[in-house]
Each structure stands twice: as structure tokens, then as C-alpha cells.
């Protein structure tokens, strides 16, 4: 018999009502996955954070020797009037290396981009880093300026310090038309220091006499960068011990902590860096006198080896 609507219309309600009524089942909890690790810092963040304007105002120059020198030295002789010199700014592609050396006092020398194809060079002195054994927190710090890193700073690249393996063997006065270093560079939040400040040309046999050459320094006896311009003659040495023909400037004022600093010659709207201050008795010994080692195939043969990111050399433990 079929079942009649009014008994049909009670039994639906019900069961509508139940589901109504019923609290839904809460679903499961999706398992929590644990965070991933942040990024170790780079060594350019880690150098930057230490090399405070209080640690790199306390740093210390190198002597003209390669050894430290006293706080009140100079490189070259006492500071002298600074007739045809100038504290200046600085240039991007210029500024100063720091690290700590063996016994954790600060240490500077100058420096300045070179160009290249891994963008990452950076060009100083042989005798600011012929002991490559106690250099730590290794960096350069762009346009250098009174505590000031404007462009931050990077660190180099350990084991990436490039000087003759001649230099080292014999020292920077019977080796002293070597006096140069090349130096690569990590990169600083994912860029290469070329790519931030620019970078000078190197060139490869230049000559010596040349009517119009920028040095710039950063010595001790001032806050700020010196720039120079005058012309360069050259220099024959006459001493058995230390020979070699070297490019000579008059810049007054470069004392101690200017090694490395580049002689730069114009091209174009840039730069061609020409010599670095370091090589006859490693740079000058007097503050008004300056020289360099002549680039030839030697310096061009170490920086197609830092191009290349061969194994450079080092000095033999005594």
C-alpha cells in the first residue's frame, strides 16, 4: 500500500532537522612545516659590519718597508706643505684596503679598481701585502672618506692575493721594479665592484714621462684623500741593491699610507691607471716624492693570472 503524505512529511522534517542541527566535524590540522634557515651573511657583510668608522679611523699605515709603522711615521719623510696637493672626496674606483695583522692592530694601504673581465679587481702595492699570513677581515672600502663607506665594503676573497713570486722571494728592494698586487674581491649584495664604482684600464707599457698624471693617496697625516696633478720623469737607479727604472712624481703631503695609491692618466671620460705608489726604496722617502714600478709584461703577466684565478704565490715560511 502506498505510504501516505501525511505521514511521509513528519519523517523528512526530522531527519532535516538533524542535519541542522549537527556541528560539522572540524577538519584535520595540516602538519606545520619548519621554517627554512636563513642565509649565512657574505664575507662582504660580515666585514662591513666590523670595519666601524671607529675601527677604520684607528687603523694604522703600512711603512714604505712593507713592516708597520709607528703611528706618528711617515712613508716618506715628514709631512711637507701641501703646495700642489688637495684633500678632496676621493674617486669611486679609489679607496682603501683595512685588515687586522697578527696581532689585531688595523692596518690600511691604498687602492683603486681595475678593470676587468670578472669585474672584481682591485689594484695596490706588492710590499702593502708580501705577508699574506696574518691578514684578517681583509676588505676594501671604496672612496674611502674620514669613517665614511659610501659604497660599503668588500671583502677580498681569501687566497686571492696576487704578488710576483719574485717579489717575495727576494724583497722589496732587490725585487723593487715589481712592487705591485693585484687583489679579487667577493661580491657585496650581489654585486661585483666594478659594476658599483667603475674601474681604470690597466695599462701595459706606458712609458715613463707622461705632461699630466692624477696620483692619488690616503695618507695617515690627513682625514681625507690628497689629490695631485703634475708630471711623471723618469727615474734610473743607481743603487746595485735596489735596481730598476721607475715613473717619478712631485705631489707634496704623501706620507705614510699612501702605498698603492694610482697614478691615472686620462682616457676618454675615464681612466687608465699608469702606476701604483710603491718601488724605488718601495714608493719614496720623502713626502713630496713619488714613485712607481713601470708596468711592463710583468705586471701584465700577474693580472692575466688573477684573471684567469690561478693559485697565486705565496712567500715560503722561513
Known amino acids: 500500500m502506498p505510504m501516505r503524505r501525511a505521514h511521509l512529511a513528519p519523517a523528512l522534517g526530522a531527519a ?50 712593507g713592516k708597520p709603522a709607528a703611528p706618528t711615521a711617515a712613508r716618506h719623510g715628514a709631512p711637507g706643505p701641501t703646495a700642489n696637493s688637495r684633500p678632496f672626496g676621493g674617486l669611486p674606483m679609489v679607496g682603501t684596503f683595512f685588515w687586522q695583522d697578527a696581532t689585531g692592530t688595523g692596518r ?26 696574518a691578514r684578517k677581515r681583509l676588505t676594501f672600502v671604496p672612496k674611502y672618506d674620514d669613517g665614511r663607506k659610501p659604497y660599503g665594503a668588500f671583502a677580498v676573497k681569501p687566497g686571492r692575493v696576487y704578488v710576483d713570486k719574485r717579489y717575495l722571494t727576494k724583497g722589496p728592494n732587490a725585487a723593487a721594479d715589481l712592487d705591485f698586487s ?22 701595459v707599457n706606458p712609458g715613463y714621462r707622461h705632461p699630466t698624471v692624477r696620483l692619488i693617496g690616503y695618507p695617515a697625516a690627513k682625514k681625507r684623500p690628497l689629490d695631485c696633478t ?89
Open 182 to 203: 693585484f687583489l679579487q674581491l667577493e661580491k657585496r649584495a650581489g654585486r661585483n665592484v666594478q659594476d658599483v664604482v667603475g674601474g681604470s684600464e690597466l695599462a
Open 16 to 65: 532535516l532537522s538533524c542535519l541542522l542541527i549537527s556541528p560539522a566535524e572540524p577538519a584535520a590540522a595540516a602538519p606545520r612545516r619548519p621554517a627554512p634557515p636563513l642565509p649565512a651573511p657574505s664575507l662582504s657583510a660580515v666585514v662591513d659590519a666590523y670595519w666601524t668608522p671607529a675601527r677604520m679611523r684607528a687603523a694604522r699605515p703600512v711603512a714604505g718597508d
Open 230 to 318: 703634475d708630471k711623471t720623469v723618469r727615474y734610473d737607479s743607481r743603487d746595485p741593491k735596489i735596481p730598476g727604472s721607475f715613473l717619478r712624481i712631485h705631489c707634496d703631503g704623501y706620507t705614510n699610507g699612501v702605498s698603492g695609491g694610482p697614478f691615472l692618466v686620462k682616457k676618454g671620460s675615464g681612466w687608465r691607471i699608469i702606476g701604483v705608489i710603491g718601488g724605488w726604496k718601495t714608493g719614496g722617502d720623502k713626502a713630496d716624492i713619488s714613485y712607481s714600478s713601470s708596468f711592463d709584461k710583468d705586471v701584465k703577466a700577474l693580472y692575466d693570472s688573477a684573471v684567469a684565478n690561478r693559485p697565486p704565490a705565496h712567500r715560503v715560511a722561513d
Open 108 to 133: 690600511f694601504c691604498s687602492g683603486s679598481v681595475v678593470s676587468s673581465p670578472g669585474r672584481n679587481l682591485v689594484m695596490s702595492a706588492g710590499h702593502c701585502f708580501d705577508d699574506q699570513r
